[in-house]
């Protein structure tokens, strides 16, 4: 059984959190909520309890009933008491090969366009049957020189193999000198999409920091994708490439900044972290990515699901002659509350020390790190969770939504979501005046 404590003091090292602060945060609840060959349940009450550790003063608490909801947050999501449907689209699953599996990712309309045309298939029914003539590797290959996105199933040993040493769980990097800037209500510019990035985004937002996501207006969110990881957040419509001065005026506003994106791919724009440390020093920025920044897959697209088919999991999970997943997306999940914690240690210690804080997290890393915790050979037992005491009913713009609580207490007192309800591109790119010196807001 993985002790939770003993992971989350891990995960607090890695931070560079002080080691006394580890006597604020209880864990509570079974040891299993999910069912898992690996320690799914203890890796996630790790990864939020760190996230709150970093957020207060005082003790923090999570329970791991709670946490089985928000690590599936997405599974619970209801609109007007419906569900938005199904979380992946037809494609997006394991198809046999001629030699083995692989994993497609199809969500979005630009991946799918890309996978139909490289497979020569004009409809979604069509793709199984010509899947089914390519070696695994090529079909990766081929799809991602097309934009598309897949990973063969590999197990772990072929994996790490192949892609040498993982990369640090969290990478601190200190950018460029800098004093310390005022305190203030922390200013958060959210450049992420999927779930990984916005987890992080919303739970700072769940912790107080004015939150501004931007998304390009041709590349519109998934609905469903939008509704649950959008409470508390202000959401805008910006095109970057048009848009360079007000980009910009937003960094300069900004305390912390979020990307989501593959590396390099928003260097063109100003936003690697050298550069906007260069600009903007005292800014926090956390970057995150599915498969890290060096190598030859760091370029590469990448969701939760294809890491786990690439590392290994879905093997582990399953078995070589059919793979499996993990109950919940706990690659994204826990590396958005990782990146949260580290957003947060970040302010705390530029608000103290100065500096210009970077981070670096990625899918592939967390995946590393929660095959390096003991784990069973068959997943043990687990109760059902009642979800009704872990959802709350948010009234939005496109209806009475149904969310995942944020998990955890502070100070005994449970987290909630702030305003504003989720409005996908409703907002201004703008940041809200701030009162005058002496004067008291209201």
């Known amino acids: 059984m993985t002790d939770a404590r003993a992971v989350a003091a891990h995960i607090w090292e890695q931070l560079g959190g002080e080691p006394g602060e580890l006597d604020r945060l209880e864990i509570t609840g079974p040891a299993h909520t999910l069912p898992s060959r690996h320690a799914v349940t203890g890796a996630g009450a790790a990864a939020v309890g760190a996230s709150l550790l970093a957020a207060a003063s005082g003790p923090v608490a999570v329970d791991t009933r709670g946490l ?22 037809p494609l997006s699953a394991f198809h046999r090969t001629a030699d083995g599996w692989i994993r497609l990712h199809a969500n979005y309309p630009w991946h799918r366009a890309a996978a139909l045309e490289v497979l020569g298939a004009a409809r979604e029914e069509d793709a199984a049957a010509a899947i089914a003539g390519w070696r695994a590797a090529d079909l990766e290959e081929a799809l991602h020189a097309a934009g598309g996105v897949a990973a063969a199933v590999r197990t772990a040993d072929a994996w ?31 450049l992420t999409r999927v779930i990984a990035g916005p987890v992080a985004t919303r739970t700072l937002a769940a912790h107080g920091a004015d939150v501004l996501r931007l998304d390009p207006p041709d590349r519109p969110e998934l609905p469903a994708q939008a ?19 007000v980009l910009e005026e937003l960094l300069a506003g900004a305390d912390v900044v979020v990307t989501g994106y593959r ?56 078995s070589p ?22 957003a947060l240690l970040g302010l705390r210690r530029q608000r103290t020390d100065g500096g210009t804080p970077g981070y670096r997290l990625a899918l592939v890393a967390t995946a590393a790190w929660l095959q390096g915790l003991p784990r069973t050979a068959e997943p043990e037992p687990v109760e059902q969770v ?11 713009p496109a209806g009475v939504l149904t969310l995942a609580r944020p998990p955890g207490t502070v100070g005994g007192r449970p987290l909630t979501w702030p305003d504003p309800p989720p409005a996908y591109g409703a907002a201004a790119p703008e940041w809200p005046a701030e009162p005058a010196p002496g004067t008291v807001a209201s």
């Open 68 to 89: 089985a909801v928000a690590l599936c947050s997405e599974r619970y999501l209801r609109i007007d008491g419906r569900s938005p449907g199904a979380a992946f689209a």
């Open 160 to 190: 790490w193999a192949e892609f040498g040493a993982a990369p640090p769980l969290v990478e601190r990097i200190d950018l460029a000198p800098a004093a310390p800037r005022p305190q203030r209500r922390p200013r958060v510019l959210d």
């Open 227 to 245: 509704w649950d990881t959008l409470p508390g957040k202000r959401s805008a419509l910006l095109d970057a490439r048009t848009d360079a001065a």
């Open 263 to 318: 590396p390099g791919a928003l260097d063109r724009f100003g936003l690697s972290p050298e550069a906007l440390a260069e600009r903007h020093p005292g800014l926090v920025v956390v970057s995150l990515s599915a498969w890290g920044h060096r190598g030859p897959w760091g370029a590469r697209r990448g969701f939760d699901s294809l890491v786990q088919a690439a590392c290994g999991i879905a093997v582990d999970e399953g």
């Open 321 to 342: 002659e059919e793979p499996g997943a993990l109950p919940c997306q706990l690659l994204d999940h826990a590396t958005g509350y990782l990146a949260a914690a580290a």
């Open 386 to 396: 009642d979800p009704a005491p872990y959802v709350v009913d948010v009234p939005a």
